[in-house]
């Protein structure tokens, strides 16, 4: 019943912004956050944040990125402002309940220039 769950993706130009939200159900996670894969790259880390909303960020996004959590809803947002086109990949939400990892099946950011 552990289901991941994005929306929020879609087209935006160069200086925009973006909110994704990610659902999650049937379990309370130690850790949510964000990775993210573009086309014959590996994935990567976006953003995390813990149930006592301790955060960390990837060097490329700090700074124009914000992840939170609303704990109450059991639910991770991640803001993003000033896109780049680098920005472009599938942005799959992530949650670590004890030592199993789980995945959302991603949302589709496109930047365009």
């Known amino acids: 019943q552990v289901q991941l769950v994005e929306s929020g993706g879609g087209l935006v130009q160069v200086g925009g912004s973006l909110r994704l939200s990610c659902v999650a159900s049937?379990?309370?996670?130690?850790?949510m956050g964000w990775y993210r894969q573009a086309p014959g790259k590996q994935r990567e880390l976006v953003a995390t944040?813990?149930?006592?909303?301790?955060?960390n960020y990837a060097d490329s996004v700090k700074g124009r990125s914000t992840i939170s959590r609303d704990n109450a809803k059991n639910t991770v947002y991640l803001q993003m402002n000033s896109l780049k086109p680098e920005d472009t990949a599938v942005y799959y939400c992530?949650?670590?309940?004890?030592?199993?990892?789980?995945w959302g099946r991603g949302t589709q950011v496109t930047v365009s220039s």
């Open positions: 049937g379990s309370i996670f130690n850790v």
């Open positions: 944040i813990t149930g006592g909303g301790s955060r």
């Open positions: 992530y949650g670590r309940l004890l030592t199993i990892d789980y």
